[in-house]
């Protein structure tokens, strides 16, 4: 067993800092929008899926 088991990935949707940063945005525009910590938090794991789609509904990026 002399490999290291290190997980990589794209760091888009869940993992790294771009998926920390993501699932925080993701919660802001939603909680902005639907005043929910349900649908905050499932946007949050959904991250920049949900931001992109934020930004192409309502025409802004951050609230």
């Known amino acids: ?9 794209c760091g888009c949707c869940g993992g790294g ?3 920390s ?5 993701a919660a802001l525009l939603s909680w902005n929008v ?3 910590i349900f649908w905050a938090l499932a ?3 959904l991250s920049w ?3 992109i789609y934020h ?3 309502y025409g ?3 609230p």
Request: glycine residues 12%; proline residues 0%.
């Open 1 to 9: 067993m002399g490999k290291s088991d290190k997980r990589s990935g």
């Open 17 to 19: 800092i771009f998926g």
């Open 21 to 25: 940063i993501g699932a925080v945005i």
């Open 34 to 36: 639907n005043h929910s």
């Open 43 to 45: 946007h949050a794991f």
């Open 49 to 51: 899926f949900y931001v």
């Open 55 to 57: 930004w192409f509904n």
């Open 60 to 62: 802004k990026l951050l």
